[in-house]
């Protein structure tokens, strides 16, 4: 069988972001060597000026600017719709709205060459979330407003392509229900975790000394510091899990613009002691980060799945999230772990019951571990996406 050619557009370098979407575009080329010849077209940003082979895996700059979304993503795409008769691939893939310049100018054209658009969380489903709640701040409207216009784009490029991939049957609905397409045309591909790296070991309490949590009990988030997330949730949450158990640790893994605003509403609250920013790390430590939590929360009010939640549970970690997007299809409920509606006190609550229950923390961490083992591997993840590009070529093909 002939080895088959890929072409994967996504602004952000995936050998030097570690973003669930540059995560995934990796893991899976990995997995496919043998099958696929992977190339990674992306933005000319983190100082990306030339090609590189990492693991196999051939990565193209393109120019973008190393500004900050979605300036660098306009640019980029201006680049790729330049680049359609040098980019040759037997098929293409784009990761959200990473290559709807390529795809545009493909169409313009009347190509009919096979085109994935993979949607991680839907757009127009984020900006239908992000009115929930408090009144935004002007800088918020304007991030609604340009994820808005995202949203449109991700639409177009929806209805042009020849197949659509997202990673959960709530993304799936979704995009039928915001960009009209038809559900036949979507195959959903859950994301993954590497059971290597992320798996139970000792040293957590090395870990925490680092920390400098000592012997505290530790509540871990990961994720980008962003409204979405729900970090003001976890902090209101504090207050009342504080009380309760004055010792324990909130350990804050990732950056974002709500940072700043994070630690001045924490300074107000007088809970800083309890909260530790670390900003992004180095993806050898996170395992260990991990394993050193008790807990892992994840109080995002809009999820496609959540590749942390898979991570925690692959670490044997329990976790606590509200049961909204995806989120109930990467955790089984009082399996391995607590999903509660989006509300701070059933938030402490949850949190609270698995802090004061050992064996409970321990069954539901030792549950979640043979879930993800059997159902959301990046081995799986890789098999079911040679599949996809496999029929996207054979339908425009023959």
């Known amino acids: 069988m ?39 077209y992306c933005g000319t940003k983190a100082g990306f000026k030339k090609t590189a082979l990492v693991d196999g895996i051939t990565f193209v700059p393109c120019f973008s600017t190393d500004a900050l979304f979605p300036l660098d993503n306009w640019f980029f795409n201006k680049t790729l719709s330049r680049a359609t008769d040098a980019i040759k691939a037997d098929v293409y893939e784009a990761h959200t709205v990473s290559g709807y310049g390529f795809l545009k100018a493909l169409r313009k054209r009347n190509i009919m060459k096979p085109f994935i658009q993979t949607i991680h969380g839907v757009l127009a489903d984020e900006y239908a979330q992000s009115f929930q709640g408090a009144s935004p701040t002007f800088r918020a409207k304007l991030a609604n407003l340009i994820m808005w216009q995202l949203s449109r784009i991700e639409e177009e490029s929806a209805k042009n392509s020849t197949l659509i991939v997202t990673v959960s049957e709530y993304s799936s609905k979704k995009i039928v229900q915001f960009y009209g397409v038809d559900k036949a045309k979507i195959r959903i591909v859950p994301n993954g975790v590497d059971l290597q790296r ?12 680092s920390l400098g949590i000592n012997n505290k009990q530790c509540v871990l988030f990961v994720g980008r510091l962003i409204p979405r997330k729900g970090l003001l949730f976890l902090i209101e949450a504090a207050k009342q899990i504080v009380k309760e158990r004055s010792e324990t640790a909130f350990v804050v893994v990732g950056n974002g613009p709500l940072k700043n605003h994070l630690i001045s509403y924490l300074e107000k609250v007088n809970l800083s002691d309890n909260f530790v920013f670390l900003g992004d790390v180095n993806e050898d430590v996170l395992p260990a980060l991990y394993n050193c939590a008790e807990v892992f929360a994840l109080p995002s009010i809009q999820e496609g799945q959540g590749i942390a939640l898979l991570e925690a549970q692959a670490t044997a970690k329990p976790v606590v999230a509200f049961n909204v997007g995806g989120v109930h299809e990467a955790v089984l409920d009082k399996e391995t772990g607590l999903l509660v509606k989006p509300d701070s006190h059933e938030l402490a609550d949850a949190i609270l019951n698995l802090l004061s229950n050992g064996a409970l923390r321990e069954k539901m961490g030792a549950k979640g571990r043979e879930f993800v083992r059997n159902n959301l591997s990046w081995d799986i993840c890789a098999q079911r996406m040679l599949q996809v590009y496999s029929e996207a070529a054979q339908e425009v093909n023959g």
């Open 2 to 40: 002939k080895k088959l050619s890929l072409a994967v557009f996504n602004t952000q370098p995936p050998h030097l972001y570690f973003g669930g979407v540059e995560r995934r575009i990796v893991e899976t080329a990995k997995r496919l060597l043998s099958e696929v010849g992977t190339s990674v």
């Open 198 to 209: 992320f798996r139970p070991v000792e040293g957590g309490e090395k870990v925490k000394r």
